[in-house]
């Protein structure tokens, strides 16, 4: 995976890699889809919701540049794959999911991989998780209209967040820079995920 798909495609983050391959995706998908898990391609996890590529999930974690001690956000917990990349990387993630049935399942796997670092729970994520902020990096895993505001609100300064903007079909993966009160914002590539539904996301 990581010779194949990631470091030709610009993935150069030694402890990214390391990750991506200590994590045990296979274990993140259902029985039927394991030996499909490490394919170039999103995968179904339930309740209509996919996880993202493997190239995909390496990119948005590898411009968050982690560095091990950061407090990060992450909504949209779906499988928990990506939470455990992001768990692997930093000090504590917190991580937001709207469906109960992901979350169980994502809260499970991740308890029987050990990850102790990671504080999850159900809700709409487009209002953040104001209590442990503010957050050195958010990372959105669907698709939003726009940036909700109370996570532009909860990142820190110096702070990170990566989120994918657009319509319902296509979507640009936008990163936003806080520094010294002021706030940059770049796309780095065109994508297609699942819709953000919430009060700062879309409607259902
Ligand atoms: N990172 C996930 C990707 C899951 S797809 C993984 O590795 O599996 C995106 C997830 O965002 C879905 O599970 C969906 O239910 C969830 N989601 C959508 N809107 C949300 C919201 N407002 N708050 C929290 N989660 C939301």
């Excluded at 809260?107 to 729970?121: A, G, H, M, Q």
């Excluded at 936008?174 to 940059?184: H, L, Q, R, S, Y």
Aim: glycine residues 8%; aromatic residues 6%.
């Amino acid at each position: 995976m990581a010779r194949e798909q990631l470091i030709p495609r610009g993935i150069h983050d030694q402890r990214v890699l390391d990750a991506m391959i200590s994590v045990p995706r296979h274990l993140f998908v259902e029985d039927a889809l394991q030996s499909q898990a490490y394919g170039d391609f999103p995968l179904p996890i339930g309740a209509g919701q996919t996880i993202s590529q493997p190239y995909i999930v390496a990119l948005m974690t590898q411009e968050l540049q982690l560095k091990g001690d950061e407090n990060v956000l992450e909504i949209g917990s779906g499988c928990g794959y990506q939470t455990a990349i992001l768990a692997q990387l930093t000090g504590r993630v917190y991580s937001v999911e709207r469906i109960k049935s992901l979350h169980i399942k994502a809260r499970r796997t991740l308890d029987r991989l050990k990850f102790v670092n990671v504080v999850c729970k159900i809700d709409d994520g487009t209002l953040g998780w104001p209590d442990f902020g503010p957050y050195d990096a958010i990372m959105v895993t669907a698709a939003s209209p726009d940036i909700p505001g109370p996570l532009l609100d909860q990142l820190a300064d110096p702070g990170k967040m990566i989120i994918p903007v657009g319509d319902r079909y296509s979507q640009s993966l936008v990163v936003i820079e806080k520094n010294d009160g002021n706030i940059t914002r770049k796309t780095i590539e065109q994508v297609r995920f699942v819709s953000l539904i919430g009060l700062h996301g879309w409607q259902e």
